[in-house]
């Protein structure tokens, strides 16, 4: 093989793939217009309470997600460590040690905009484009090996500022929501800064060619397009106001 060519099909540095990782938050959900809307004091409370029902459909969807992940992995290492975000999303209880966990909170945040626990849980407010998107992504970490479930989770990235932003513009555009409601984000602001480490970890180790590392790409799209296609629905269903 000639120089060129091996300088063709040569894999990126780290850093480098890290960075084309990175650049795919372009395409994040927080740029959606429904999400913009939201961040920005336009939306009304009946959407509100739209995007919080219809958003519990993926919270619970996590971990299992994350469960298919361990059943697939067959490395004890990482098993003791993504383990951690099961607990973070069903809670745990541990002698005198006690979490309700982020779905419960999620439901507190529900409650805090008006909806009852029954009609969450219930998952009466869920369009069906919304969990249809949320099975593609439950379906896809239960067959895919789990390297690529992990690199899949890399939407992770992007998701501390978004979060960020609604702590910070929430309670000035939304004071009906009481503040303990957002308690949900305060918590994944450091949980998911923490979980990157992790997936990132992982993904820069096993997606070493440049075939891999392309594969990488492809995945965190199809994740980000997930995102992307749960708030075309809900903007379909609900509206976006200018």
Same mark, same amino acid.
């Given at each position: 093989?000639?120089?060129?060519?091996? /300088?063709?099909?040569?894999?990126?540095?780290?850093?480098?793939?890290?960075?084309?990782?990175? *650049?795919?938050?372009?395409?994040?959900?927080?740029?959606?217009?429904?999400?913009?809307? !939201?961040?920005? #004091? /336009?939306?009304?409370?009946?959407?509100?309470?739209?995007?919080?029902?219809?958003?519990?459909?993926?919270?619970?969807?996590?971990?299992?997600?994350?469960?298919?992940?361990?059943?697939?992995?067959?490395?004890?290492?990482?098993?003791?460590?993504?383990?951690?975000?099961?607990?973070?999303?069903?809670?745990?209880?541990?002698?005198?040690?006690?979490?309700?966990?982020?779905?419960?909170?999620?439901?507190?945040?529900?409650?805090?905009? #008006?909806? &009852?626990? *029954?009609?969450?849980?219930?998952?009466?407010?869920?369009?069906?484009?919304?969990?249809?998107?949320?099975?593609?992504?439950?379906?896809?970490?239960?067959?895919?090996?789990?390297?690529?479930?992990?690199?899949?989770?890399?939407?992770?990235?992007?998701?501390?500022?978004?979060?960020?932003?609604?702590?910070? &513009?929430?309670? *000035?555009?939304?004071?009906?929501?009481?503040?303990?409601?957002?308690?949900?984000?305060?918590?994944?602001?450091?949980?998911?800064?923490?979980?990157?480490?992790?997936? !990132?970890?992982?993904?820069?180790?096993?997606?070493?060619?440049?075939?891999?590392?392309?594969?990488?790409?492809?995945?965190? /799209?199809?994740?980000?397009?997930?995102?992307? %296609?749960?708030?075309?629905?809900?903007?379909? %269903?609900?509206?976006?106001?200018?």
């Amino acid at each position: 093989m000639n120089d060129t060519m091996s /300088k063709q099909s040569a894999a990126w540095s780290r850093d480098d793939f890290e960075a084309r990782l990175r *650049e795919q938050g372009k395409a994040y959900h927080i740029h959606h217009p429904f999400n913009v809307m !939201l961040n920005t #004091g /336009k939306a009304t409370p009946d959407q509100v309470r739209g995007w919080v029902a219809n958003r519990f459909s993926y919270q619970v969807a996590i971990p299992v997600k994350d469960a298919a992940v361990l059943s697939n992995c067959p490395d004890r290492d990482v098993r003791r460590r993504w383990i951690q975000r099961i607990l973070d999303h069903d809670g745990f209880e541990f002698g005198a040690t006690k979490d309700e966990g982020g779905i419960e909170a999620w439901i507190r945040l529900g409650i805090a905009t #008006g909806l &009852t626990r *029954e009609e969450i849980t219930d998952f009466r407010h869920v369009i069906p484009a919304v969990q249809f998107a949320v099975d593609a992504y439950v379906n896809f970490a239960r067959r895919a090996p789990w390297q690529e479930a992990v690199c899949s989770s890399l939407t992770e990235l992007f998701a501390p500022e978004i979060h960020r932003q609604r702590l910070a &513009t929430w309670p *000035e555009h939304y004071p009906w929501i009481a503040a303990e409601g957002l308690q949900y984000f305060r918590n994944r602001v450091t949980q998911a800064r923490r979980d990157v480490e992790q997936g !990132l970890e992982v993904t820069l180790d096993y997606f070493n060619t440049e075939v891999l590392q392309k594969r990488a790409l492809d995945i965190l /799209k199809f994740k980000l397009d997930v995102l992307w %296609a749960m708030n075309d629905a809900m903007a379909t %269903a609900y509206g976006v106001n200018a």
